[in-house]
């Protein structure tokens, strides 16, 4: 089964600064999906950046991009110029797409509070 | 707008009963999930649907129960046996044939059991 692990419950950065969150995986398949997730205090999830797994070159959305590292089974999310409004829960998430199974894992997430 | 609604935003029960949460999406997505948020776990799979009328457990389904009679709707059933049920509970759909396909989440239903 896929797993999916997030090392770091909290992290803290400084405006205007970069962090990067780290996340790895666990699969033995070889097509796959990544995600990166944002949970603000309202609880509302919000998609911030996807991956496919066949695709060498790293996604980029604006200030947000990963490092995908297919071999290590990493997918770590940095953000760029770190904001106020970047402060929340942040979700990776796991799709399989080879099984038929379309299932979503989580990993445990991590904090990320942003200093002014 | 289309999207996934999900009622009621808190809902109290006493131990003992059950109780139904609601979700409906108007996104015409194939699939739906239900996810369960404990501080400091994630989101942890209950039931998952691909398709009316057929669902699957996912990992903590014991104590839950769901139903897939419309594709627009998942709603999912706390029953008494959950020992644990005070949680934050999550909806979410998605298509199947889009291959990166994210979930679309709810706002969620905070339950707490007294």
């Known amino acids: 089964a896929q797993t999916v692990t997030q090392s770091q419950p909290e992290m803290s950065v400084q405006e205007a600064e970069t962090v990067t969150l780290s996340c790895t995986y666990d699969t033995s398949e070889s097509d796959y999906y990544l995600f990166w997730y944002k949970q603000p205090p309202s609880r509302q999830m919000i998609l911030v950046i996807r991956q496919e797994a066949y695709k060498q070159q790293n996604a980029t959305e604006n200030r947000f991009s990963v490092n995908f590292q297919k071999a290590a089974k990493s997918f770590s999310l940095k953000i760029s110029d770190s904001q106020l409004g970047d402060a929340a829960m942040y979700f990776c998430?796991?799709?399989?797409?080879?099984?038929?199974?379309?299932?979503?894992?989580f990993g445990t997430g991590t904090r990320l509070k942003v200093l002014a | 707008d289309g999207g996934i609604t999900q009622s009621p935003k808190y809902l109290f029960r006493k131990e003992g009963q059950n109780v139904t949460l609601s979700c409906e999406q108007n996104l015409n997505h194939d699939a739906m999930y239900w996810y369960r948020q404990d501080p400091g776990q994630g989101l942890r799979l209950i039931y998952y649907s691909q398709i009316v009328n057929d669902f699957q457990k996912g990992d903590i389904a014991e104590g839950y129960s769901v139903s897939r009679e419309k594709k627009e709707s998942f709603p999912l059933t706390v029953t008494s046996a959950q020992k644990n049920p005070t949680a934050f509970y999550l909806c979410?759909?998605?298509?199947?044939?889009?291959?990166?396909?994210?979930?679309?989440f709810g706002n969620g239903t905070r339950l707490t059991v007294t």
């Open positions: 979410a759909s998605s298509l199947i044939q889009g291959r990166n396909s994210p979930l679309h």
């Open positions: 998430a796991y799709r399989s797409v080879m099984s038929g199974t379309y299932k979503y894992i």
